[in-house]
């Protein structure tokens, strides 16, 4: 089989009868017959030998993928985490009307205290 490689030896192409242009670097190679030509990209030829490595768009794409993967990770968690969020902040926001509630009732018998006072004080004083 003819391949066409690149300046770093990465296989760019690959074919039964050499149809490459002439001013690219083209080998004969015996792949295994297991070989997957749809990865033919992630391999270079060095020596004589098929060296698997990954090409800078493979990494590209795989970095890309991986952050994809991470941020859809992260929104289907996120509403839950919202969720439990919007909880809490109701449960605080009761806790507070229930506490004011109870402030009110002291005031109003720190109120009804002192205008006892003020009465006594009144009745006291006559």
Do not use: H, W
């Amino acid at each position: 089989m003819f391949v066409q490689l690149n300046e770093e030896n990465r296989i760019i192409g690959t074919a039964d009868e050499n149809c490459f242009p002439e001013d690219t670097i083209v080998i004969e190679f015996n792949f295994p017959e297991d070989f997957d030509f749809d990865n033919q990209y992630e391999f270079e030829i060095v020596d004589g030998k098929l060296v698997a490595s990954e090409s800078e768009d493979a990494k590209r794409y795989r970095e890309e993928a991986e952050q994809l993967e991470k941020r859809e990770e992260f929104l289907s968690t996120a509403p839950a985490t919202l969720s439990d969020q919007d909880d809490a902040v109701c449960a605080l926001y009761e806790e507070n009307l229930a506490i004011k509630e109870t402030a009110a009732e002291q005031d109003d018998a720190i109120c009804y205290l002192y205008e006892q006072l003020l009465k006594e004080g009144e009745t006291n004083g006559k």
